[in-house]
Antibody
Framework: EVQLVESGGGLVQPGGSLRLSCAAS????????MNWVRQAPGKGLEWVSY????????YYADSVKGRFTISRDNAKNSLYLQMNSLRAEDTAVYYC??????????????WGQGTLVTVSS | DIQMTQSPSSLSASVGDRVTITCRAS??????LNWYQQKPGKAPKLLIY???SLQSGVPSRFSGSGSGTDFTLTISSLQPEDFATYYC?????????FGQGTRLEIK
């Protein structure tokens, strides 16, 4: 059974840092691209970042570029999101999502349960 | 970035109704369009990918259509468990974007 379990969320002051983790199991993690998607309270879904299966290709949303860093450790079946210079508008539930890609399509077929990040003084 | 606009933003319907939700892209995205269902406090769930392909395990009352800029998600006969929020997502661009969501409520 595919499982994605996020951790590392919590309360942090503006300007602070936090590192999120996503532990994967039930599939060959090193074969899949991964993403982080967030959802502010009562709002819609916002894609945050993408990393290729090897980690060699990375993309970010403009809203987090220069502040957030996505990474992965395929030996540990884990995905990470290092978040620096946090702002109130970064407050959200952060989901990791498996990215199944073929030559003709991309889909986020499995999601974790999410971890809440609250940025407040 | 490619903008995705869903309509309506909210919708009231009854069990057994046929419901259609529309998603429009700000530029052509071919068939690179997915639909997700999200219930309160839960992660999104993939329903439809590549505009019209049903994800494994999803009931056949869900269907998708469209290509280019205009897409639809149809639920042929609403069931009680279908009341949720629905999001479209474009995967044409490396910078993925979602629609703002359509909240489907019980009438």
């Amino acid at each position: 059974e595919v499982q994605l379990v996020e951790s590392g969320g919590g309360l942090v002051q503006p300007g602070g840092s936090l590192r999120l983790s996503c532990a994967a199991s039930g599939f060959t993690f090193s074969s899949y691209e991964m993403n982080w998607v967030r959802q502010a309270p009562g709002k819609g879904l916002e894609w945050v970042s993408y990393i290729s299966s090897s980690g060699s290709t990375i993309y970010y949303a403009d809203s987090v570029k220069g502040r957030f860093t996505i990474s992965r450790d395929n030996a540990k079946n884990s995905l990470y999101l290092q978040m620096n210079s946090l702002r109130a508008e970064d407050t959200a539930v952060y989901y990791c999502a498996r990215d199944e890609r073929t030559t003709v399509t991309t889909k986020f077929d499995y999601w974790g349960q999410g971890t809440l990040v609250t940025v407040s003084s | 970035d490619i903008q995705m606009t869903q309509s309506p933003s909210s919708l009231s319907a009854s069990v057994g109704d046929r419901v259609t939700i529309t998603c429009r892209a700000s530029q052509s995205i071919s068939n690179n369009l997915n639909w997700y269902q999200q219930k309160p406090g839960k992660a999104p769930k993939l329903l439809i990918y590549a505009a019209s392909s049903l994800q494994s395990g999803v009931p056949s009352r869900f269907s998708g259509s469209g290509s280019g800029t205009d897409f639809t998600l149809t639920i042929s006969s609403l069931q009680p468990e279908d009341f949720a929020t629905y999001y479209c997502q474009q995967s044409y661009s490396t910078r993925i974007t979602f629609g703002q969501g359509t909240r489907l409520e019980i009438k």
